[in-house]
């Protein structure tokens, strides 16, 4: 078992052996993998569920217990969109409806091998029912910090799994705010957006792409809002291709909502653009992330992909949807956003593209 090297992306210090701080405890910077991922095709074990074939990628202890409901194995469907068939990635055909399962099997994984009993965690709604649902799996007691506007079958779902909600007024960096506090008083704090032990998780997803294709993409296209899932799928392919198996990878298509888009406007305007990044009202609610962790690797990831940055109005969302919907593909509004995305840069990519549908249309009350 490969124990992967996690250090601080500002003062190069390693993760602790014990304990599960979510930044530097010394300089407060953030912490990453910064080694490719050791994937290598003859270690992948196929007697194993879903993407825990892939353990040896995930850097676990040898003798840390599997924390899974069965998440991975997603389809991928093809389709017709304006006259091309494109390749559909179902993730929101993962146990709790969402993308989010990938990273949460392997969270929860290494909060259990350190012997965590409770934590708290904050969301827009997926984030929160997944690690909500992996906790009770792997019976550590958990508290959900959401948006008091958070749509109301997510909220129920995180409630269901026995999780103790917190809702809090205001917007989605409010309620960023109210977990930091609670992290900061010493409560472990699961984050999706700053721990990295879920970027092993969502490799994966490019694992299973180039297992169904038996090729890479020309492009992947998948909804951006703290930006794991990009993250993660690019380092799947680079560690793809560090395995000698692929000699090229895709390039990444992130997709923002106009009303908050920081992301877009990092990688079209710069830095001297972010004080002009609103965190408007959208029904994409999975992206409306003002202030991503990662931000800078993001848009440095994009860059040499070769990719870019897509933005997409209110408008075109619910469209969007519609559009998926008659096709198959049943999504929530933040998944839709794929869709007028595709449109802007379809045109421009050879095949095959593949686009990640990340989030269940049974989390979303939108008409």
């Not at 009993?117 to 508290?143: K, L, M, W």
């Not at 794929?338 to 686009?355: F, K, S, Y």
Request: with cysteine; hydrophobic share 40%; charged share 15%.
């Amino acid at each position: 078992m490969t124990l992967l090297l996690i250090s601080c992306t500002n003062c190069g210090r390693a993760y602790p052996l014990d304990g599960m701080p979510y930044r530097c405890p010394t300089c407060g910077g953030i912490y990453d993998i910064p080694a490719p991922l050791p994937y290598d095709p003859l270690a992948i074990d196929r007697s194993q569920a879903g993407i825990w074939r892939f353990r040896h990628t995930f850097g676990l202890p040898a003798g840390a217990e599997t924390v899974s409901l069965g998440e991975g194995n997603t389809p991928l469907i093809w389709a017709d969109v304006m006259g091309r068939q494109v390749a559909f990635k179902c993730e929101y055909l993962n146990p709790t409806g969402s993308f989010k399962d990938r990273g949460s099997t392997v969270i929860a994984g290494m909060l259990k091998s350190r012997g965590v009993q409770e934590a708290v965690e904050d969301s827009s709604g997926n984030a929160g029912a997944s690690f909500a649902a992996y906790s009770a799996r792997a019976g550590i007691h958990t508290r959900v910090f959401i948006p008091a506007s958070a749509s109301g079958p997510k909220r129920y779902q995180i409630a269901a799994y026995g999780a103790v909600l917190v809702p809090i007024p205001g917007s989605r960096s409010d309620v960023t705010s109210a977990v930091l506090k609670a992290a900061d008083g010493g409560s472990v704090y699961a984050s999706h957006a700053y721990l990295p032990f879920n970027i092993p998780g969502y490799a994966t997803t490019a694992y299973e792409i180039y297992e169904q294709l038996g090729t890479i993409p020309s492009a992947v296209v998948t909804p951006c809002g703290q930006g794991g899932l990009l993250l993660g799928v690019m380092r799947g392919f680079e560690a793809i291709r560090q395995s000698g198996s692929l000699i090229s990878i895709p390039r990444m298509y992130g997709v923002q909502a106009s009303a908050c888009a920081p992301l877009w406007v990092m990688s079209t305007v710069g830095m001297s653009g972010m004080g002009f990044v609103t965190e408007g009202q959208t029904l994409a609610e999975g992206v409306r992330v003002k202030t991503p962790v990662r931000g800078d690797s993001l848009v440095r990831t994009v860059r040499e992909s070769r990719g870019a940055f897509v933005a997409v109005d209110e408008e075109n969302i619910l469209r969007g949807r519609d559009e998926l919907a008659r096709r198959g593909f049943y999504v929530e509004p933040t998944s839709a956003i794929v869709w007028n995305a595709l449109e802007q840069i379809l045109e421009q990519l050879p095949d095959p593209v593949v686009v990640l549908l990340t989030g269940s249309g049974f989390k979303s009350t939108i008409e």
